[in-house]
């Protein structure tokens, strides 16, 4: 199910406000709850949540939801602190934000954005704070990476849907006047609340948002996933478009789902032989020398990236990920209708293509992530770490690239 453009459903589409966000973080702090052991049973620890300085929890309800599982992030009181005011006034500087990923996932879902989990309740004990939302049992994007079938067409059709989705979600983000400013596989996951064949994406991890699609300073987001502008906007204090850096992220991100594997470990300029070939050469060559991931791993890397993606992709995946910001694809959101001289990534011939249901079938993702042996670290080629696992560990930059 593609969520509905904001442009068909006039009375949802209206900016959030800053004044929107404080009146939900003040009704999520004014219902928190007391943590009853007895409701909440753990069921396994799914992930680090290492910038929150706690733990995502799978946990089943044993009250009157009749044993439904949910997903629990747990932070200690001292570091998210009882209110958005306490909170920013301990913490002025902090990139991360919990009491603005709650307030803004919360007030999403009231205005029926469907890209977002359910916002269910804040709880406290004496030490901890437990986020409680709904749980989306198919994993994330970075489990999807590793699954079969292998990079090439039937890969892709299995994308087109899952990247429509995501482009729609993104938009209509935007066209509220959000940007996420981290997106990456990690923070999109995968549910079947319409049915077991009807696979629908969600957005988490709002914890460096902003209702500001200028930007100054700051680096935002996962290492892989910064676009260009945000390093040279940090070394000169300029204003970098996050709707922008937004489409860029999600550029990485189709590169990855289509390839198993990541562009570059970052895009700061003299960091990362990958970024710096596509830099001088365009994303185009670096597609015809990069070497298939598998193929690598199996000492045997002959087949280029040129070579798997189709004509298709490669023009979506090179538009998304242009490293001069007025030549990147957008996501067709209103700000940019009229500036005729950019191209929309919703007109791509790629996503025209659409999917056939042979392959649609495929969409039933298996939960194997507890089968996957994992990455502790990612290097590119140049021998720099990526630095963006700092919350997961990550796919592989394979070396075998240029």
Same mark, same amino acid.
Not at 119 to 137: H, K, M, N, Q, W
Not at 245 to 258: K, P
């Given at each position: 199910? /593609?969520?509905?453009?904001?442009?068909?459903?006039?009375?949802?589409?209206?900016?959030?406000?800053?004044?929107?966000?404080?009146?939900?973080?003040?009704?999520?702090?004014?219902? @928190?709850?007391?943590? *009853?052991?007895?409701?909440?049973?753990?069921?396994?620890?799914?992930?680090?949540?290492?910038?929150?300085?706690?733990?995502?929890?799978?946990?089943?309800?044993?009250?009157?939801?009749?044993?439904?599982?949910?997903?629990?992030?747990?932070?200690?009181?001292?570091?998210?602190?009882?209110?958005?005011?306490?909170?920013?006034?301990?913490?002025?500087?902090?990139?991360?934000?919990?009491?603005? &990923?709650?307030?803004?996932?919360?007030? +999403?879902?009231?205005? #029926?954005?469907?890209?977002?989990?359910?916002?269910?309740?804040?709880?406290?004990?004496?030490?901890?704070?437990?986020?409680? /939302?709904?749980?989306?049992?198919?994993?994330?994007?970075?489990?999807?990476?590793?699954?079969?079938?292998?990079?090439?067409?039937?890969?892709?059709?299995?994308?087109?849907?899952?990247? $429509?989705?995501?482009?729609?979600?993104?938009?209509?983000?935007? *066209?509220?006047?959000?940007?996420?400013?981290?997106?990456?596989?990690?923070?999109?996951?995968?549910?079947?609340?319409?049915?077991?064949?009807?696979?629908? !994406?969600?957005?988490? &991890?709002?914890?460096?948002? /902003?209702?500001?699609?200028?930007?100054?300073?700051?680096?935002?987001?996962?290492?892989?996933?910064?676009?260009?502008?945000?390093?040279?906007?940090?070394?000169?204090?300029?204003?970098?478009?996050?709707?922008?850096?937004? %489409?860029?992220? !999600?550029?990485?991100?189709?590169?990855?789902?289509?390839?198993?594997?990541?562009?570059?470990?970052?895009?700061?300029? %003299?960091?990362?032989?990958?970024?710096?070939?596509?830099?001088?050469?365009?994303?185009?060559?670096?597609?015809?020398?990069?070497?298939? #991931?598998?193929?690598?791993?199996?000492?045997?890397?002959?087949?280029?990236?040129?070579?798997?993606?189709?004509?298709?992709?490669?023009?979506?995946?090179?538009?998304?990920?242009?490293?001069?910001?007025?030549?990147?694809?957008?996501?067709?959101?209103?700000?940019? @209708?009229? &500036?005729?001289?950019?191209?929309?990534? +919703?007109?791509?011939?790629?996503?025209?293509?659409?999917?056939?249901?042979?392959?649609?079938?495929?969409? #039933?993702? $298996?939960?194997?992530?507890?089968?996957?042996? $994992?990455?502790?670290?990612?290097?590119?080629?140049? %021998?720099?770490?990526?630095?963006?696992?700092? &919350?997961?560990?990550?796919?592989?930059?394979? /070396?075998?690239?240029?």
């Amino acid at each position: 199910m /593609t969520a509905e453009s904001p442009g068909t459903n006039a009375g949802l589409y209206c900016a959030i406000k800053p004044s929107h966000l404080f009146h939900s973080a003040e009704q999520i702090a004014a219902n @928190a709850e007391v943590w *009853n052991p007895t409701t909440f049973s753990m069921v396994k620890t799914l992930q680090d949540a290492i910038r929150n300085h706690g733990q995502v929890h799978l946990m089943r309800r044993n009250d009157k939801f009749d044993g439904s599982l949910v997903a629990v992030k747990r932070m200690p009181t001292a570091w998210v602190m009882t209110s958005q005011k306490e909170f920013d006034t301990k913490h002025p500087t902090s990139s991360e934000k919990p009491w603005l &990923d709650m307030a803004l996932v919360r007030h +999403l879902k009231r205005l #029926r954005y469907p890209s977002v989990c359910e916002f269910i309740g804040l709880f406290r004990d004496d030490e901890d704070t437990y986020v409680v /939302t709904s749980l989306a049992p198919e994993g994330d994007l970075y489990t999807w990476c590793l699954c079969d079938p292998m990079p090439g067409r039937s890969r892709e059709a299995i994308m087109v849907p899952l990247i $429509r989705q995501i482009f729609d979600a993104v938009r209509w983000l935007h *066209n509220l006047g959000v940007a996420h400013r981290d997106l990456s596989l990690e923070n999109i996951l995968l549910t079947h609340e319409g049915g077991a064949d009807d696979v629908q !994406i969600r957005l988490i &991890d709002f914890g460096m948002a /902003t209702l500001s699609r200028m930007c100054t300073a700051k680096l935002m987001g996962k290492a892989s996933y910064q676009s260009p502008e945000l390093h040279s906007s940090s070394d000169d204090g300029k204003d970098y478009d996050a709707f922008a850096a937004d %489409g860029f992220a !999600i550029g990485v991100v189709v590169f990855a789902m289509a390839s198993s594997d990541y562009p570059w470990a970052s895009t700061k300029e %003299g960091s990362c032989q990958l970024a710096e070939y596509v830099r001088l050469f365009g994303l185009r060559k670096f597609l015809g020398k990069r070497r298939l #991931r598998e193929d690598v791993a199996s000492g045997k890397p002959n087949t280029r990236l040129i070579e798997v993606f189709s004509p298709a992709l490669v023009d979506l995946v090179e538009g998304l990920l242009q490293f001069e910001v007025m030549e990147r694809w957008t996501l067709g959101e209103e700000c940019y @209708a009229t &500036d005729k001289s950019r191209k929309s990534a +919703l007109r791509s011939e790629w996503l025209k293509n659409g999917v056939s249901k042979s392959f649609a079938e495929k969409l #039933r993702l $298996r939960t194997i992530a507890n089968a996957l042996v $994992r990455p502790a670290c990612c290097f590119c080629s140049c %021998g720099s770490v990526c630095s963006s696992n700092t &919350d997961r560990d990550r796919l592989h930059v394979s /070396t075998g690239s240029t």
